[in-house]
């Protein structure tokens, strides 16, 4: 298949990409700049894309857009949230529109954001969205996504759980130091994927033909306690240091805190399983190793 994919050069569009072109698919790059710019080929902000990058496509997945845990969030920055998934994709959506020979699906990047806080309420993809910044931001980008299904285009939207090994890199120093320990009370269901099987999922929903919602997260039950528990594991430290909920918000800003560190999601790969999926790392136990050794 010929498979276009904006945001390709990011850690996970890297990833997949090296996996499709191993299978022997051929990826089209989407890359972000200006349109003097003669190796970029999209500007969503400036709702530009170059003529035909899109021709003979079989599947366009769009993965870009501005990190949610890397900075603080300014009202600026979450209009930059918004702008950089919900622009993009209207943007693809509307290209599409024009062509007369269509992709014939759309696959996007969304998130478990959608749910809210749920406490420990089972949520698979049936469960309705959730309030706060997060929910309304994934609901309107995968609205934006699923207006293509007018044009005859399956859409799936995988929605990723905090993935691993984009978080690890920051949580090593401090808990190699002897300073990790769980967020507020701990007791948060903390949904969470593996890269590889991330990837992995990724390729199940453009290669096959699965549409709609997919929870893109590991099959195992984990609390915020399970995790800093078998992270210290992982690395031979106690963790002894907990961080309670208000630092949390004085670091990351309260409404960051609320939403991503102290948030719990039970969120359930239903769909997954009933495809048949096998996850590599099912667990933590067995997923941190792997993850720890690729940082």
Do not use: C
């Not at 997919?214 to 306690?225: F, G, K, S």
């Not at 078998?230 to 805190?257: H, N, S, V, Y």
């Amino acid at each position: 298949m010929r498979i276009a994919i904006t945001g390709s050069s990011g850690m996970v569009g890297s990833a997949l990409r090296s996996k499709l072109e191993t299978g022997g698919h051929e990826i089209v790059r989407i890359r972000h700049g200006h349109s003097s710019n003669p190796n970029a080929e999209w500007s969503p902000a400036d709702r530009w894309l170059r003529e035909g990058v899109l021709e003979g496509v079989d599947v366009v997945v769009h993965l870009a857009g501005a990190s949610i845990g890397d900075r603080r969030w300014s009202t600026s920055y979450k209009q930059e949230m918004r702008a950089s998934r919900i622009d993009g994709a209207t943007l693809l959506v509307n290209t599409i529109r024009e062509m007369s020979h269509r992709p014939r699906a759309l696959v996007t990047s969304s998130a478990v954001g959608f749910y809210g806080n749920r406490d420990n309420e089972r949520l698979t993809e049936d469960a309705g969205r959730g309030s706060g910044f997060l929910a309304d931001l994934v609901a309107d980008w995968e609205d934006a996504a699923r207006s293509a299904e007018d044009l005859g285009l399956r859409v799936a939207m995988v929605r990723s759980g905090i993935v691993l090994r984009s978080m690890l890199p920051a949580l090593i120093t401090p808990f190699k130091l002897g300073l990790g320990g769980r967020l507020g009370s701990g007791k948060q269901y903390f949904p969470w994927v593996g890269l590889e099987d991330l990837v992995r999922i990724y390729e199940h929903a453009i290669t096959g033909d699965v549409s709609g919602p997919i929870n893109a997260v590991a099959p195992e039950d984990a609390t915020n306690n399970d995790f800093t528990r078998d992270l210290g594991k992982a690395i031979r430290r106690p963790t002894l240091f907990p961080l309670p909920g208000f630092m949390l918000g004085l670091i990351m800003g309260g409404e960051k805190a609320r939403e991503t560190g102290l948030i719990s999601q039970r969120v359930i790969p239903q769909r997954l399983v009933e495809a048949g999926l096998v996850f590599s790392h099912p667990t933590l136990k067995e997923a941190l190793p792997s993850e720890l050794a690729a940082i």
